[in-house]
């Protein structure tokens, strides 16, 4: 049975399903399979609901302008749609609560729900999840329509399906209440927030919940949170330099968290510490 459920969130853009791999490596190098194998890892794909209208809008374009796009404009005009486009829909989605949010939220709660499985459906197991780039925003937006948004559709069993046969216990757990640490890298949060006057982050989701955010001072797309604002005070950022000597000291970097030594090891003490509370 394990005791410890870890959920990996990708960022934007295009994943495999085994984006998560080279971290699940790393970590078991570094703690040891007899750690790992009490670890529940669930990888939260979400990308496909933001990839097929996406993919069918690029394609209408690629109809009517094919005469007129290089393959090469083609090409780069398929990253920035596949890239950049989910930041923006996600958000749009997000406040309208539209069907593609709603397949965003059940990923992650089906992502929770599938550890608590292999938990043996034990409510006080605790959770940690790592973020990387846009999926730091997911989150972000899945706590503030669980704790602050009483009209979210997505946390409402008459719109979201999902919920229907769930009992409290286990709805708060959902909702993050054994959550004990959200740990970002190449965070773009304050890419969504930068032109609000007041910025507020989302109710912890329970007492012991810490945020560790880490960011290389390279990686254009990777920010420091505390300056948000006063409600982001209890994060604790740390600027870090990921990568080798060229990769490292470019906005390459932004993709080069998850195999670094000082992020996935100061993950993986994490993950260790938390299992040495329950023992």
């Given at each position: 049975m394990k005791e410890l459920i870890v959920l990996a969130v990708h960022g934007m853009g295009q994943r495999k399903p085994n984006f998560a791999d080279g971290l699940e490596e790393k970590l078991t190098e570094y703690l040891g399979s007899d750690v790992m194998n009490k670890v529940s890892l669930q990888r939260v794909k979400?990308?496909?609901?933001?990839?097929?209208?996406?993919?069918?809008?690029?394609?209408?374009?690629?109809?009517?302008?094919?005469?007129?796009?290089?393959?090469?404009?083609?090409?780069?005009?398929?990253?920035?749609?596949?890239?950049?486009?989910d930041a923006t829909s996600l958000e749009v989605a997000g406040r309208r609560q539209t069907d593609d949010y709603m397949e965003i939220i059940k990923a992650l709660q089906a992502a929770f729900f599938k550890g608590m499985n292999e938990c043996g459906f034990n409510t006080?197991?605790?959770?940690?999840?790592?973020?990387?780039?846009?999926?730091?925003?997911?989150?972000?937006n899945y706590f503030w329509d669980a704790l602050n948004r009483n009209d979210a559709k997505v946390w409402d069993k008459n719109?979201?399906?999902?919920?229907?046969?769930?009992?409290d216990d286990k709805l708060a757990y959902l909702k993050g209440n054994r959550v004990k640490l959200l740990f970002t890298t190449g965070c773009n949060i304050p890419l969504f927030l930068g032109g609000l006057q007041t910025r507020e982050c989302f109710t912890k989701p329970s007492i012991e919940f810490s945020w560790l955010n880490y960011f290389d001072g390279d990686d254009w797309l990777g920010w420091p949170l505390k300056e948000l604002g006063p409600s982001y005070q209890f994060v604790i950022d740390q600027c870090v330099s990921v990568g080798g000597p060229i990769s490292g000291n470019t906005p390459w970097s932004h993709t080069l968290y998850w195999t670094d030594k000082d992020v996935y090891r100061a993950f993986g003490d994490r993950i260790k510490g938390f299992l040495g509370a329950r023992t």
């Open positions: 979400y990308y496909s609901a933001l990839q097929a209208p996406q993919d069918q809008l690029i394609n209408d374009i690629w109809q009517t302008y094919h005469n007129r796009f290089s393959t090469l404009s083609n090409l780069g005009r398929r990253f920035f749609m596949n890239s950049f486009s006080n197991v605790p959770v940690v999840i790592i973020c990387h780039s846009l999926g730091a925003q997911v989150i972000s719109h979201n399906d999902f919920l229907q046969n769930i009992d």
